[in-house]
């Protein structure tokens, strides 16, 4: 309804259901109590989730009893997660409270080796360059670089060469299908055991 987890059925009822409402202030409010039988901010408290107190600066948040910034740094806003009322990140932000730079999260899974942190900032790691990272400029384990790919020694495969196929594989190809065969066949032996 407004930016928080309610249970619209209960949320829209004219009368309000006593244990949803308790329910609602113990667990999707930060500052919320029942008064009159609806869960409503605390004095001083606004906002979907009461967590905005009026008396302090634009910008800032009552924390412990003290007006300080926003507990969400870098953009992050405040939501109700499945616990905890926590902070909601922008890329490439992460922790807790935004407060950790996480450059990982600028790529696809498996491609967190593109990025590096550099301060407040990402930059290209050594093995990469361009506006996103993306140009390949140099290998690992020995790899050498053809045109725009790495060429990989044995045993050695990844993107620029960075991972170690397991005992016995010669091969990125050899170790991938091997991987993929193994799952294969443990998927199927399951299926049809039954």
């Not at 953009?75 to 490439?92: F, H, N, R, T, Y």
Request: aromatic share 8%; charged share 25%; hydrophobic share 25%.
């Amino acid at each position: 309804m407004n930016g928080t987890l309610e249970n619209c059925e209960k949320f829209n009822k004219e009368e309000k259901d006593p244990e949803y409402e308790e329910f609602r202030c113990r667990s999707l409010r930060v500052n919320g109590e029942v008064r009159d039988g609806v869960c409503q901010c605390k004095p001083n408290w606004k906002g979907p989730i009461c967590n905005e107190y009026h008396g302090c600066e634009e910008g800032q948040s009552l924390y412990g009893s003290v007006c300080t910034n926003n507990v969400c740094q870098h953009g992050g806003s405040l939501a109700v997660g499945k616990k905890l009322i926590e902070c909601i990140c922008p890329v490439p932000w992460d922790g807790r409270n935004c407060e950790r730079l996480a450059c990982w999260r600028k790529t696809d899974h498996g491609a967190e080796k593109r990025f590096r942190n550099a301060g407040d900032k990402c930059v290209c790691s050594n093995y990469y360059k361009g506006e996103s990272c993306d140009e390949i400029i140099s290998c690992l384990n020995g790899g050498t670089l053809d045109g725009s790919r790495c060429k990989c020694p044995d045993n050695f495969g990844g993107e620029i060469c960075e991972k170690k196929c397991p005992k016995g594989m010669v091969t990125c190809s050899t170790c991938s299908l091997q991987v993929f065969g193994s799952i294969l066949v443990t998927l199927m032996y399951f299926l049809f055991s039954r």
